[in-house]
C-alpha cells in the first residue's frame, strides 16, 4: 500500500507533553562595536518552526510514532501540524468565510472634482475633510452650484451588464439624507433613500436593495444594488442629496456643503454587497489578486456586523492536503454589515488564494517537514518509551 503526503499525526496521545512554537523572521541585526547604533535588514521571509515533546509512552503508542517519524524519512516528506492549544478560535468565528477579489470599476474612485464625475446642480471641493480610512484630509464636499437645487455627481458606466454593486463613502453637510438613483439601460431608473444622521435606509423602491455601514465620526458606506438590464441608454449610479425620504427635492443656500464624499466603488456580478474598498485612479480595478507575501486578506461570508469575529492570536487556514497553510491573526477582525472581513496575518501569504477559497478557523494546519534527517526515540528497562522532534514549515 503507497504511503500518501502530507501525513497526518498518530492521534494518540491526544497532547504533546510540551510544544514550542516558533515564528521565524528573516531579519538581520548587526550593531556597532563603538556605538551601539543598530542597523536593520528585513529579508522578508516569515516561516513556523516547532519543537515537541510526547508524554512518556508504551511501546503500542510509541511504534506508532516511531513509524510516522520514519515514513517522513528526515527532512524528505511532509506531515499536517497546527497548535493544539489554538484549535478553537478565541473569536466568535461562524459564517461560511472564503477569499473574496476586490473590484471597482469606477475610475478616479476619490477624485470627485476629476472630469470623470459628472455634476448635477453642483461644483466639488476637492480635499475638503479627513476621510474616512485612513483620516488623511482627501474627502470631498459637495457644493450647491444655486438656490435650492438638488445637488449630485455621477459616473456612468456602458460595458458591463448583469448586476452591479455600487458603493460611497458618505457624510452628512448642511444635508442628512441622499439618494441612490440608479440608471439602467432601459432608460427606467431604482432608487433607495439613506438617513445619514440616523443611519437607516429609507424607501428602497422594487428592483434595488440598499446597504449601509456605520463607520465612525458621521461617516457610512452606503450600498446600492441593481440589474442594469439591456438597452440603449448608457447606465449610472448618481448621489444626490434631498431633503428627505422619498422625495426628489433640496432646500440649500447656494454654495453650502451638501455632503462629504469618498471612496466610490462599483462591483460587477457581486450580489452579496459591495467588497472590501479599493482606491483607482486613471486605471479600474478588476478582481485584484492577493500578492504573495501580503500580510492582508480580503475575506467575505462571516456572520453580519459582528464585532471579535476573529481575535488577535486566533489561527485561519486556507488551501487542504499539500497547500495547508496556516496563519495566526495579527489584529482583533470585525465584519462590516455584508459580511466582509480584513483579516492581517502572519506570515506572508504562500500563495495567492482563489476566489472562492474557502478559511478554516477551528483545528487550523499547515504542512510541516523534520528539522533534521535522524529521528530518535528513547526507551528504559520498565517499558516507557520517550519522543521528541523538531520540525519547519514546509515551503
Known sequence: MSISYPLSMPSSPTAFRGMRLIGDSRVALEDSPFTGEQQVQDWGGKLWRFSAALPPMKRAEAEEWAAFLLKLNGPRYTFLAGDPLGATPRGSAGGTPTVRYRQNRFYYSEQFDNAIWAKDNATITANAVANPINAEVTADALVASALNVTPGCFQEFDTQSGIHTVSIHIKAGTKTWFRFLCLRKDGTERNVWFNLN??????VEAGITGGINSLGSGWYRCSAEFDVLAGATISSARVYAVDGDAVGACTIAAGAVALYLFGAQDDVADTVGPSTYVTTGAAIQVNVVPAVGAQVLYTDGWPASADGVLKAGDYIQHGTGSTSRLYKMLLDANSDVWGNLTLNIWPGLRESP??????????????????????????DHQGIYGIAFDAVEAI
Open 354 to 379: 482563489a476566489a472562492g477559497a474557502s478559511i478554516v478557523t477551528s483545528s487550523c494546519k499547515g504542512v510541516f517537514r523534520l528539522a533534521q534527517r535522524l529521528s530518535p526515540w528513547d526507551m
Open 198 to 203: 440616523t443611519g437607516v435606509i429609507g424607501t
